[in-house]
C-alpha cells in the first residue's frame, strides 16, 4: 500500500513563499509522475503542477511563481511557491501515478493522493 505525507503548509502573507514537500511510503517504486492539486473552499480540486515522464506541467495561475521538484531516490516531490497571493489559500494534494499516457492536469490522471496540507495567503 502506498501513503503520500504532504508536509509545509502553513500562514504566510501575501509576497511570501512556503515550500511544500510529499513523501510516498509503502511499497517502494519510482513513479511515473507526481504532481500538485489545490482545492479552495467551495471550489472544485484544481491542478496546480506535475512532473511526469520528463515534461514538467504548470497551470496557468501558478507558471512563473512555483515550481516543482522531485528527489527520485527520497521517493518525493516539492512545490516551492513564491509571490504567493490570497487567491492561493487552499488545501494543497499531492498525488502520483505508475502508468504513462494519462491526463496528468486532471484528477483522472493519478491513483494514488494524500491528505492535503493547508496554505493560507493573508493579504
Known amino acids: 500500500q502506498v501513503q503520500l505525507v504532504e508536509s509545509g503548509g502553513g500562514l504566510v502573507q501575501a509576497g511570501g513563499s512556503l515550500r511544500l514537500s510529499c513523501v510516498a511510503s509503502?511499497?517502494?517504486?519510482?513513479?511515473?509522475?507526481m504532481g500538485w492539486f489545490r482545492q479552495a473552499p467551495g471550489k472544485e480540486r484544481e491542478f496546480v503542477a506535475a512532473?511526469?515522464?520528463?515534461?514538467?506541467y504548470y497551470s496557468d495561475s501558478v507558471k512563473g511563481r512555483f515550481t516543482i521538484s522531485r528527489d527520485i531516490a527520497k521517493n518525493t516531490v516539492y512545490l516551492q511557491m513564491n509571490s504567493l497571493k490570497p487567491e492561493d489559500t487552499a488545501v494543497y494534494y499531492c498525488?502520483?501515478?505508475?502508468?504513462?499516457?494519462?491526463?496528468?492536469?486532471?484528477?483522472?490522471?493519478?491513483?494514488?493522493w494524500g491528505q492535503g496540507t493547508q496554505v493560507t495567503v493573508s493579504s
Open positions: 509503502g511499497r517502494t517504486f519510482t513513479f511515473y509522475a
Open positions: 512532473m511526469s515522464g520528463g515534461s514538467t
Open positions: 498525488a502520483a501515478d505508475n502508468r504513462p499516457f494519462r491526463r496528468r492536469m486532471f484528477d483522472d490522471g493519478y491513483d494514488y
